[in-house]
């Protein structure tokens, strides 16, 4: 394997798309409080017109289109959307698009509100943020969901110890990793600022926990694209010494505490 490839963002994208029975399963979705927020701060409800950037197999955009919002989602990898299709078949006034956001035409009409969950950080920082205000009418929002693995819970020495196992079979892991505490995990607009396009951005978190089991945690990982670039011999191995860690240290269960960020700007020219 060409070592770029762990970094290559295109590379990293397109993993999403390979197994997507798996990570509609696995991923996890979002605290309705969230959506409630939404509803309150942007008026996402019935009759609002809403872009959707990466709706992957349409864990945020569900819950959207249950508060009877017309939608149209773009999404990138064909068998993700396909899957956010059947999953939002009982919905007439949700469109899904295959397409890269970067190269999507948009429409005549302007959208109420521009939203990506977990996405925004795969578009191309050239574009982004000036195309998502180019989408908003005058006024309109850009709702961006950000998820932080952090730490505070009974598990953290797990995480920690578990970086020997990435140390040793992922290129490239920093040496002593560890998750930040939530507090330390700064707000950040610096890119909506620096468009002038949009005014003050308000933020919003969110924490949970998820537990897992071995087989779980292993099915989670095998979610994500800096795991699924790895050569056979490196997934294996990381993926063995991890679950070894699980099962002699952690009876073979562990919980995972995830923060949501909610990111809301009005845009403004």
């Keep these: 394997m060409n070592p770029d490839e762990l970094t290559d963002p295109a590379r990293l994208r397109a993993t999403f798309d390979e197994d997507t029975a798996l990570y509609d399963r696995v991923r996890p979705g979002y605290p309705p409080a969230l959506f ?4 309150r701060l942007v008026g996402v409800g019935p009759g609002c017109r809403l872009l959707e950037i990466g709706c992957g197999t349409g864990q945020a955009t569900l819950p959207l289109a249950e508060r009877d919002c017309e939608i149209v989602a773009v999404e990138l990898g064909p068998a993700m959307a396909a899957v956010a299709r059947r999953k939002l078949a009982p919905f007439p006034n949700v469109r899904v698009e295959v397409a890269a956001f970067e190269e999507w035409p948009l429409p ?15 578009i191309d920082p050239a574009v982004r943020v000036t195309k998502a205000a180019a989408a908003l009418r005058r006024g309109g929002a850009l709702a961006i969901i950000a998820t932080h693995h952090v730490a505070g819970n009974a598990h953290d020495t797990f995480f920690a110890e578990m970086q020997d196992c990435y140390e040793r079979w992922m290129p490239g892991t920093p040496p002593g990793l560890r998750l930040q505490h939530p507090g330390d ?5 610096a890119d909506l600022e620096r468009s002038g396009r949009f005014g003050p951005a308000e933020f919003r978190r969110y924490e949970w926990e998820q537990a897992y089991s071995t087989a779980e945690y292993l099915d989670v990982l095998l979610s994500y694209s800096g795991h699924r670039v790895l050569t056979p011999a490196n997934q294996s191995g990381l993926f ?3 679950a070894h860690l699980i099962d002699s240290r952690y009876d073979g269960r562990v919980r995972k505490r995830y923060m949501n960020e909610l990111r809301v700007a009005r845009r403004t020219a």
Aim: a negative charge.
């Design 185 to 189: 995990i700064p707000t950040d607009s």
């Design 36 to 39: 409630d927020d939404l509803a």
């Design 108 to 122: 005549p009409e302007p959208f109420d509100v521009v939203i990506s969950a977990t996405a925004f950080h795969w």
């Design 240 to 242: 063995t010494c991890i």
